[in-house]
């Protein structure tokens, strides 16, 4: 089974609209992140999160760790077509600076 | 800052014969890991290393994997023999601890 479950698996939305990726854990987070893929590339960060209840923002984006619940949200606001990409959260599970992946979220937003 | 470099970008070969790949993480992080990434999946860690010694190699294929990190710096992921399924993108990033950065990859088909 997987450790860090993402939700959902893809989405497709229209400009403009806001959008939720949810990011579920089997055991308790030490440090999250999200990060964004495109096809072929690499891994751009986006945010880091450490701390039970804490919120950062990067131009529309926004992502919350629930520590109580082992889960993260990224959250995204008016989307555009540059939001397009798969979405990936990755955390240290174990205390030990070893990060794992979800399965990944497959963004299209439609002009 | 330089970022995490990775080499070769991309690499065909056929079943059965070798490949390596290389990677120089950013200039003082300790901690470098390799991942796989299949088309349509999250990463999966593959080897963590904390200076020149391995702290998690438990999804590592030992039978056809393996990899070295002299001196604590630049690292070295070889497959011998290559098998169908290890057609992946090779991810590798650093740490310093904390903030994990990624290289661009090295995509190897396998044919």
């Known amino acids: 089974s997987q450790e860090l479950e993402q939700s959902p698996q893809s989405l497709i939305v229209q400009e403009g609209k806001n959008l939720t990726i949810n990011c579920t854990s089997s055991k308790t987070l030490y440090g999250l992140y999200w990060y964004k893929q495109k096809y072929g590339e690499g891994l751009i960060f986006l945010m880091m999160?450490?701390?039970?209840?804490e919120e950062k923002s990067h131009e529309k984006i926004t992502a919350k760790l629930d520590e109580k619940k082992q889960q993260s949200s990224l959250h995204i606001t008016a989307s555009q077509p540059s939001h397009a990409g798969i979405y990936l959260c990755g955390a240290d599970i174990s205390g030990t600076y070893k990060y794992i992946f979800g399965t990944g979220t497959r963004l299209k937003v439609l002009a | 800052e330089a970022g995490v470099a990775q080499s070769p970008r991309y690499k065909i070969i056929e079943k059965r014969q070798s490949v390596a790949f290389w990677c120089n993480p950013i200039s003082g992080h300790a901690t470098l890991y390799w991942y796989q990434q299949i088309l349509g999946q999250g990463p999966k860690l593959l080897i963590q290393?904390?200076?020149?010694?391995?702290?998690?190699d438990s999804q590592l294929p030992k039978d056809r994997f393996s990899a070295e990190r002299l001196k604590g710096v630049d690292s070295t992921l070889k497959i011998q023999p290559a098998k169908l399924e290890d057609s992946a993108v090779y991810l590798c990033a650093s740490s310093f601890p904390g903030e994990l950065f990624f290289g661009e990859g090295s995509r190897l088909t396998v044919l």
């Open positions: 999160l450490q701390k039970g209840g």
């Open positions: 290393f904390q200076n020149n010694g391995v702290v998690d």
